[in-house]
């Protein structure tokens, strides 16, 4: 099993140009979520997923969108990146509500010039 | 708004000694508390978790010690190896739709050999 991946690992964006960060997990889980990383922030919630079908806002929604139209991947998009959005972005899924362990995916670095 | 502060932002602890981190939630819904560890480059992955059922979990060299009236909770690393050297960070959820974590904002231990 490959667990979580994320694709790509890194990108520069110019501001204002979209892009979409795609996570995958083969481990059949319910839940899945997108997460950034700042310095002295930790990791803050930005979108989940309960299902296949499903999203809803988490704790930073701004600028994102996103997109869980097959139970294995979950896609985050930005339809206009801003320096703001400069950040490590991790993808977590977690198996359902009956238990709480969420695996994380590797990151992706994505600079916003 | 920040539910859950941890500290300290950093630590250096010698080889063989005691690492703590503390964290003290404000939500008293929560009730599941997990530890993740970070390494450089990579995503967290959980340590150990607790539920506000039990005051104290341990497993192997680390320890969760929970204080409810508090609302605190901290980890342990009983005789602290390099190895050890990561981020921690502490995070708390409600059960309930989602599972979402609400994460600290990390702390850097470096364990000098």
């Known amino acids: 099993n490959a667990g979580v991946t994320q694709t790509p690992k890194f990108r520069v964006l110019k501001t204002g140009q979209s892009m979409t960060l795609l996570c995958a997990q083969d481990?059949?889980?319910?839940?899945m979520y997108w997460y950034r990383q700042d310095p002295g922030m930790g990791l803050r919630l930005i979108h989940y997923s309960v299902g296949e079908g499903t999203t809803a806002k988490g704790e930073v929604p701004d600028g994102y969108n996103v997109s869980r139209l097959k139970k294995q991947n979950f896609l985050l998009g930005l339809e206009s990146a801003a320096p703001s959005q400069t950040s490590v972005y991790f993808c977590a899924s977690c198996r359902d509500y009956s238990t709480d362990t969420q695996y994380f995916g590797p990151g992706t670095r994505l600079t916003v010039l | 708004q920040q539910q859950v502060k941890q500290s300290p932002q950093s630590l250096i602890v010698q080889k063989g000694g005691i690492s703590i981190i503390n964290c003290a939630y404000e939500?008293?819904?929560?009730?599941?508390f997990p530890w993740y560890q970070q390494f450089p480059g990579k995503g967290p992955a959980l340590l150990i978790a607790i539920r506000p059922d039990v005051s104290e979990k341990k497993e192997g060299r680390f320890t969760i010690s929970f204080n409810k009236s508090a609302k605190q909770f901290s980890l342990h690393i009983m005789d602290s190896q390099p190895g050890d050297s990561a981020t921690y960070f502490c995070?708390?959820?409600?059960?309930?739709?989602?599972?979402?974590?609400?994460f600290g904002a990390g702390t850097i231990l470096r364990v000098k050999s």
């Open positions: 481990m059949n889980h319910e839940y």
């Open positions: 939500n008293t819904a929560f009730d599941y």
């Open positions: 995070a708390a959820s409600r059960s309930e739709y989602g599972n979402k974590l609400v």
